[in-house]
């Protein structure tokens, strides 16, 4: 087996649920044979969601650098020092403020080769709001980290993805926001993501419309006619095999949607709401477009929650071990790009 994964964890809002799903995700010694968790807080913390957990049988292994990572255990490193005052389910300035030390401290060390991959814990957006941090979430902080021209909100579960033109604005701005270069740059990023990322060699995307009933024919709306269509056929010139307008309300509600590989909305609530019931609590956010791979669980802070140790990881598990798969999907497509003939010695070594 080859060396494990560094798999670096920033935990969120510290009044919320992101500590608790990560404990109670690496309680398992079984997922240690898979990665090895670097987790980026403070251990008194940690300690404190341990404790409203109700969990008796578990401990972090204490470092100051990736390089000291102990593969066998769950490894954290103290990000501050000082004593901070936890108050579980509310939203204020100390919970932004220490997801933000937790997030730049693994984003550099991310940034640095040190990590892998990278999976963030729920964040507030608003609390977050700060020297350094101006925002609308984690998927525009890490473009301009990296130096990212564009990337993709992807949501992932097993049996459905879909990625969304536009993220978090306001309603009334998505129509505005729609223009033809912006849904063509989303469709490339999600057919190369399809392939490295995914191992899928010829994706075949569902683009919805905007309007409803994909603007009818120009009835309701001409967004779906003057911008969309013409735009898928670019994109299908590119050799990018997408198809569409699909009106969303029957896309969904039929099977269309088990016919392709991936799907492209137009803004964030219709493509979140029917992926987020439909992967019902199994699905993750993954940031396609960055040189290095991000995911997080789909939830949120789950403040009302928040210490009670009510919190489901199911999300989370899933977001780490997408994580693993991505990069090893991905430096294996790199191989395979430099010497196509090394594909059967990969499948005897992946592990």
């Not at 550099?108 to 964040?123: C, M, R």
């Not at 789950?302 to 991505?326: C, M, N, P, Q, R």
Request: proline share 4%; charged share 25%; hydrophobic share 40%.
């Amino acid at each position: 087996m080859s060396e494990k994964l560094k798999i670096g964890i920033s935990v969120g809002d510290i009044n919320g649920i992101g500590l608790e799903v990560i404990i109670k995700s690496l309680m398992d010694n079984r997922m240690l044979e898979f990665f090895t968790p670097i987790v980026y807080g403070n251990t008194k913390v940690a300690s404190f969601h341990r404790k409203a957990a109700g969990v008796t049988d578990f401990s972090f292994h204490v470092i100051s650098s990736p390089e000291q990572a102990n593969p066998k255990r769950a490894n954290i490193i103290n990000c501050w020092q000082e004593d901070v005052k936890i108050s579980l389910g509310e939203q204020n300035e100390v919970g932004g403020k220490y997801a933000f030390i937790s997030l730049q401290k693994a984003t550099e060390d991310l940034k640095s080769g040190l990590l892998d991959a990278l999976v963030t814990a729920p964040i507030n957006k608003h609390n977050i709001q700060q020297e350094g941090f101006h925002f609308p979430g984690h998927t525009e902080f890490l473009q301009e980290t990296f130096s990212s021209s564009d990337v993709l909100m992807f949501m992932i579960s097993e049996n459905l993805r879909v990625g969304v033109v536009t993220g978090h604005i306001p309603v009334k701005d998505v129509s505005d926001a729609i223009t033809s270069d912006k849904i063509l740059q989303k469709l490339r990023i999600m057919n190369s993501s399809l392939q490295k990322d995914f191992w899928i060699k010829k994706p075949k995307i569902a683009v919805l419309g905007l309007n409803p009933h994909a603007g009818d024919e120009g009835l309701i709306g001409s967004e779906d006619n003057d911008i969309i269509r013409p735009t898928i056929e670019k994109a299908n010139q590119e050799n990018i095999y997408c198809f569409g307008p699909y009106a969303a309300d029957g896309f969904f509600a039929g099977d269309a949607y088990t016919k392709f590989d991936a799907i492209l909305a137009m803004y964030h609530d219709q493509g979140l709401i029917p992926f987020k019931h439909i992967a019902s609590r199994n699905g993750i956010n993954y940031t396609a477009g960055l040189p290095v791979v991000r995911t997080s669980p789909d939830h949120g802070t789950g403040y009302d929650i928040a210490g009670k140790s009510l919190a489901s990881h199911t999300s989370f598990v899933e977001a780490i071990f997408e994580a693993v798969h991505i990069v090893k999907r991905r430096r294996e497509h790199e191989v395979l790009s430099e010497n196509p003939l090394s594909f059967r010695r990969l499948s005897k070594d992946r592990d």
